[in-house]
């Protein structure tokens, strides 16, 4: 792999690779694949998709918030979280990973979350790219199998050989998400560049509004996204 960055290989303060939850976590979910770097990217990827349940109210606006492990610990994340923790894994076994951003238009939304936002842009939506076979592959392990059941959402799969993004419809055939811009991939997690966008995208007050509603939480969950109404 001579000619991947070695920036893909290493651990940084938030995609903490070294640290020994995360190896321990990406040992167990590969002990029974063997050697193939695909299979456990696949190992891997299946373990934060479900293992991990997505969560939009996750505290947002400071890098430890996306610290791999701190994702692991909390056992909830919103996508980019889900994203940093899967190149942590990736990377602790040997696979190059980076994580990748677009703004996505997301027509299956609960009305509380609507309210809380204002809007159904997730700006900044993050997924993971792993080095595999030659080529990056991505994938996209933001929504557990439970929360997808719930809104009736196929399970986004990943075979490790082809890329995996969210499904354009539901199972009712409703528009489920649209890619509307891409913001390139980093190495690392760029959170100064996504709190700047939702700012810009969200406004400055209402971000700041969010931010205070999770300091005065003192870590509490602010909102159960899992007892919400579906709007479709």
Known sequence: MSDVDKQYFTPT????????KIIDFAMDKIESVGD???????ALYYAVRDDIWYDPYSPFYLPRHYRASNVLERGRGYCVGKASLLCAVGRACGIPTRVGFTTV???LVTKEYLEFSGSDLF????????YLNGKWVKATPAFNVELCQKHRVPPLEFNGLEDSVFHAYDLDNQKFMQYL?????????????????????????????????????K???VRDFYKEEIVK
């Open 13 to 20: 303060a938030i995609i903490d690779s070294d640290n020994p």
């Open 36 to 42: 193939d770097p695909i299979a456990k990217a696949v």
């Open 105 to 107: 238009r997301n027509h």
């Open 123 to 130: 700006v900044y939506h993050g997924f993971s790219e792993l």
């Open 181 to 217: 811009a891409d913001h390139g991939t980093y190495a690392d997690i760029p959170v100064d560049k996504i709190l700047a966008a939702w700012e810009e995208a969200y406004g400055k007050e209402k971000v700041q509004s969010w931010i205070a509603l999770h300091q005065q939480s």
């Open 219 to 221: 870590g509490k969950p």
